[in-house]
T-cell receptor, first 112, second 114 residues
Framework: QQQVKQSPQSLIVQKGGISIINCAYE??????FPWYQQFPGKGPALLIAIRPDVSEKKEGRFTISFNKSAKQFSLHIMDSQPGDSATYFC???????????FGKGTHLIIQP | GAGVSQSPSNKVTEKGKDVELRCDPI?????LYWYRQSLGQGLEFLIYFQGNSAPDKSGLPSDRFSAERTGGSVSTLTIQRTQQEDSAVYLC????????????FGPGTRLLVL
């Protein structure tokens, strides 16, 4: 049972464009939704995170949009740069539990 | 300061052998996590430690997998009688305390079972 579904699997965006990655979840007990960025040969690094009591969170060029009723959340990367080329994972965590449930990842390529 | 470190960085073993993977968390972090990253499967949670105890072992895929943590610091993940399907990147993460949300990941150990 895949509790967090992520799409698309891969994405190519032109430099300066907007990259959008979507995730959907089923378990309403999830109360914390982070996005991780992973470069080849490295471990994932936290990019931005949101709790379900807000609908949007912005940090620099990165924005999370959260739709609690639809059980969906998305990552928007504005003014995408070649250095943003990486694999992005959405994740979720149940209240009181500590292991993260990850989506399968999106391989993002920003073309110069 | 130093991040999470893992050793070895790469491990090649033969089917049926036992392997031990080591994780050194960030100094002072009391919570420690193990995940497995397989090609096309994303990251799977394996086990969580708070101090030396493991309140959540729900993700361990079989009884061939075990983990321990000593002194509230270093952790070892052991895989007995390795199988080819165990080939993956094993990632360790730590966080300052339970309830602290940010998990800091190490670079992982790439395990290949021949």
């Amino acid at each position: 049972q895949q509790q967090v579904k992520q799409s698309p699997q891969s994405l190519i965006v032109q430099k300066g464009g907007i990259s959008i990655i979507n995730c959907a979840y089923e378990n309403t007990a999830f109360d914390y939704f982070p996005w991780y960025q992973q470069f080849p040969g490295k471990g994932p690094a936290l990019l931005i995170a949101i709790r379900p009591d807000v609908s949007e969170k912005k940090e620099g060029r990165f924005t999370i949009s959260f739709n609690k009723s639809a059980k969906q959340f998305s990552l928007h990367i504005m003014d995408s740069q070649p250095g943003d080329s990486a694999t992005y994972f959405c994740a979720a965590r149940r209240g009181g539990a500590d292991g993260l449930t990850f989506g399968k990842g999106t391989h993002l390529i920003i073309q110069p | 300061g130093a991040g999470v470190s893992q050793s070895p960085s790469n491990k090649v073993t033969e089917k049926g052998k036992d392997v031990e993977l080591r994780c050194d968390p960030i100094s002072g972090h009391t919570a420690l996590y193990w995940y497995r990253q397989s090609l096309g499967q994303g990251l799977e949670f394996l086990i969580y430690f708070q101090g030396n105890s493991a309140p959540d072992k729900s993700g361990l895929p079989s009884d061939r997998f075990s983990a321990e943590r000593t002194g509230g610091s270093v952790s070892t993940l052991t895989i007995q009688r390795t199988q080819q399907e165990d080939s993956a990147v094993y990632l360790c993460a730590s966080s300052p305390a339970r309830g602290t949300e940010t998990q800091y990941f190490g670079p992982g150990t790439r395990l290949l079972v021949l």
